[in-house]
C-alpha cells in the first residue's frame, strides 16, 4: 500500500498518508486544520496489513541445516 506525502493548502503542515491505489484520486483533507491537501509524492510502498508467510524475522531465503 502506497505511503503519501501531503501538504495542506491552507496551514502548510506536511504530513503522510496510507492509501490505496484505489483511493489516491481522492480529496484529501488536513487533519490539522480540514483544509485542501494535495499530494507530493509517493514515500514509500509497503506491503501493509498483509502476511508473509514467513517464519523468521531476519534474514532472508531458506533455511539451512547447521550439519552442511
Given at each position: ?12 503542515r506536511?504530513?503522510?498518508?496510507y ?34 508467510g ?15
Amino acid at each position: 500500500m502506497p505511503l503519501y506525502e501531503y501538504r495542506c493548502e491552507t496551514c502548510g503542515r506536511q504530513y503522510e498518508s496510507y492509501k490505496r491505489l484505489t483511493e489516491e484520486k481522492k480529496n484529501e483533507k488536513c487533519p490539522a486544520c480540514g483544509g485542501r491537501a494535495e499530494k507530493m509524492g509517493i514515500s514509500l510502498f509497503t506491503a501493509k496489513g498483509t502476511s508473509t508467510g514467513g517464519g523468521s524475522s531476519c534474514g532472508g531465503g531458506p533455511r539451512r541445516s547447521p550439519f552442511g
